[in-house]
Structures are given as C-alpha cells and as structure tokens.
C-alpha cells in the first residue's frame, strides 16, 4: 500500500506575515488529517522559516527548485545541501513553469534529480505534455521522454525512491482539471512503464497528480487506482482548501 501524499507548491507568492496566518491555519487542521502524508514547498526565503514553525508537526518541508552543484560561484542559486540545512525534505524538479518560463531541458531537470538524490533530498519529479502535445495524441511520448532522461541518468531504482508527480500543463492554474479517468490513464502508463523496468519499483512510486486539484474534486482524482495523492499549487494558498484536499485520502 502506497501513502498518499498531498504536496502544496506555494511558487512564488506569500509574504512573512501571510505565511504566519496560512501556518497556523494548516497546523491547526493537521489532526484531521488520517493517511495522507502533508508537505509545503515554500519560496526559498521563507523555507527556514516555515521549517521552523513545522517543527513537531507532520508537516514535511521542501523546495521548489536546486542547482545541480554542491557550491560556488554560481549567484543567485541554491544547492542541495543548503535545502537540507534548513530542513527540506522534498525538492520539486522539472515543474513545467521552470521547463517553459526557465528553459530547463529533460537533463537538466535529470541532473537536479541527482542532486536531490545526492544530498539527501526526495526529489519531486514534474512531467506532463502542453495542450498541443495533448491533441497531437503524444502525451505517452513527452512522459516517456522526460521520464527516460532521468533513468538514464540515474538508473530505474532512483525512481523508487522518488516521487513523481503527473502535471498536465494545460491544467496548471487553469482551472481545468484532467477528468480523472484522463489522469488515471496517463498514471497507468507511467506505473507500466516503470513495472517494465522494475516491478518493486512501479508497485512502491508515489505518483502525484497536479493541476487544478482543489477541495471538490480531490476526492474523485485520488481514489483512482494509480493517484498517490496531489501536487497542489493555488489551492494550497488557503488553509481551508489545502487541509480539505489533504483530507480526500481519509
Ligand atoms: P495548480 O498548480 O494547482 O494551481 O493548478 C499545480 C502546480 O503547478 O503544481
């Protein structure tokens, strides 16, 4: 059996004081929360800080981004011992705003993998096709091909101690939801392709889906067989919202 996990992707919105009312809101509702396990990827600078009130809670921290380098001069980034430092514990890679806004490619997302991997963090890979891809019938091959970077860098079993989540780009912030038996095919997919590979592999990853999940639709996508739990971005901005869509696995 597979834990869900529910994941809140803050990207780049919040302030110290916006922060302090949605901790207090999430902290406060955690009790209700019975199966899932709960995480937030808060901007950089507030990652400290929101470790630090996460503290004895079951609330897990992560980022949403790394440099594939241990140091140096590279200004304006982040490395994957600093995130551990202040007590990460996830790191999201290839989302599909850093892939299109950022110009990431398939190994560079790959090479943020290893450097999650390398210092101790659970990577949280991003793959999921535009909506172009979606009506050119090529949503298996941009998953394969963005799934495939990595295992050739990193081998299948780095999958294994992963996560992966499913994002269809012309879901993010849309309001458009995948239906869940859209999604579920393309988690099937991903499980089957895996299962090719390694067996105890496919059966263990957590397979997230992403992309307009909110309070009212949560219960639906996660009961699907191959729907591990969520990849939460605008709904995670709202304590409310956020512990309603962590309640879904209950
Ligand atoms: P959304 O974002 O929930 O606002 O659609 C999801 C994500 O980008 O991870």
């Not at 059996?1 to 902290?27: C, E, F, H, Y």
């Not at 994957?80 to 110009?103: Q, T």
């Not at 943020?112 to 019938?137: M, S």
């Not at 392709?193 to 996660?222: C, M, R, T």
Request: proline share 4%; hydrophobic share 45%; aromatic share 6%.
């Amino acid at each position: 059996m597979r834990q869900p996990l529910v994941a809140g992707n803050w990207k780049m919105n919040g302030s110290a004081a916006s922060i302090d009312t949605l901790m207090a809101g999430i902290k406060q509702g955690l009790a209700e929360v019975k199966q899932a396990a709960v995480a937030v990827c808060p901007p950089y600078v507030y990652i400290a800080k929101v470790a630090d009130l996460a503290k004895g809670t079951k609330l897990a921290v992560g980022a949403q981004d790394i440099n594939d380098q241990e140091s140096g001069a590279h200004t304006g980034e982040v490395s994957g011992p600093m995130l551990k430092d202040v007590g990460c514990r996830y790191v999201i890679v290839g989302h599909s705003e850093r892939r299109a806004i950022y110009g990431e490619s398939d190994d560079d997302t790959a090479r943020k993998f290893a450097a999650a991997r390398k210092f101790g963090l659970t990577p949280i890979l991003c793959v999921g096709e535009l909506l172009e891809e979606r009506e050119q019938g090529i949503t298996e091959d941009v998953v394969n091909r963005q799934l495939d970077a990595v295992i050739k860098l990193e081998g299948i079993k780095a999958i294994g101690e992963a996560v992966i989540a499913y994002e269809p780009v012309w879901a993010i912030g849309t309001g458009k939801t995948a239906s869940p038996q859209q999604a579920q095919d393309v988690h099937a997919f991903i499980r089957a392709k895996l299962a090719k590979l390694d067996k105890a592999v496919a059966d263990k990853v957590q397979i997230l889906y992403g992309g307009s999940v909110k309070g009212s639709n949560a219960v639906e996508l996660f009961g699907m067989p191959d729907i591990d739990g969520g990849l939460i971005g605008g709904a995670s901005l709202t304590a409310d919202e956020f512990l309603a869509i962590c309640r879904a696995p209950n």
